[in-house]
């Protein structure tokens, strides 16, 4: 199952703060998160595992609520560099579930 | 960056004819993945190995095969193109399941 990410896009000025959020359906293991600019290769921001370990990127946060199955990406003081889609990725609980279900990105727009 | 290269880089074919895309890793990392990514689909997981000769399917393996005789290669091979499988494909790479993915520069592939 995808994961529902929120919202599909948003338009920022440089300074401003955003929440992307990702929602899942089923029992998640962990969340990855992944930035990508336009012709180029998604790249990764963050992961957070059940239980609480998070690995990330200065001045970009999140959350991940297990009970809920759903992830925030906080992302504070806006460059214009974080312009690009962002998509989560899920890793479920499941036997053999070694694969990320990615949703379907969210756009971000950062402007002067 | 991680060291990861995909060949061709484009490629056109007409429909009917085998393709194989090529995925190398110098990074000696043990799971290596296909995605295709479509305009309103995001990601989605094509195969992926978790060792040599170790593959299982992902969400949409139908029409594609994969091989990995080597640690640092995973070939995609569709044995009969279709226009649905112009795409862009990314290969990704990661040290074990639940760790970060590391992406490929893409290729793009159009059938005609």
């Known amino acids: 199952q995808q994961p529902v990410q929120s919202p599909q896009a948003v338009i920022l000025r440089e300074g401003e703060d955003a929440v992307i959020n990702c929602s899942s359906s089923?029992?998640?293991?962990?969340v990855h998160w992944y930035r990508q600019k336009h012709g180029e290769a998604p790249v990764f921001l963050m992961i957070l595992l059940k239980g609480g370990e998070q690995k990330g990127h200065e001045k970009i946060s999140a959350s991940f609520n297990e009970k809920k199955q759903q992830s925030s990406l906080y992302l504070t003081a806006s460059q214009l560099s974080y312009s690009g889609t962002y998509f989560c990725?899920?890793?479920?609980?499941?036997?053999?579930?070694?694969?990320?279900?990615f949703g379907k990105g969210t756009k971000l727009s950062v402007i002067p | 960056d991680a060291g990861i290269t995909q060949s061709p880089r484009h490629k056109v074919t007409e429909t009917g004819t085998p393709v194989t895309l090529r995925c190398h890793q110098t990074e000696n990392h043990r799971y290596m993945y296909w995605y295709r990514q479509d305009p309103g689909h995001g990601l989605r997981l094509i195969h992926y190995?978790?060792?040599?000769?170790?593959?299982d399917k992902g969400e949409v393996s139908d029409g594609y095969s994969v091989s990995r005789s080597k640690t640092e290669d995973f070939l995609l091979t569709l044995e009969s193109a279709t226009s649905s499988q112009t795409s862009v494909y990314f290969c990704?790479?990661?040290?074990?399941?639940?760790?970060?993915?590391?992406f490929g520069p893409g290729t793009r592939l159009t059938v005609t």
């Open positions: 190995s978790y060792g040599v000769k170790d593959t």
């Open positions: 089923k029992a998640l293991y962990s």
């Open positions: 990704a790479i990661s040290l074990d399941s639940s760790y970060e993915q590391y």
């Open positions: 990725g899920t890793e479920g609980t499941g036997a053999g579930s070694y694969q990320l279900t």
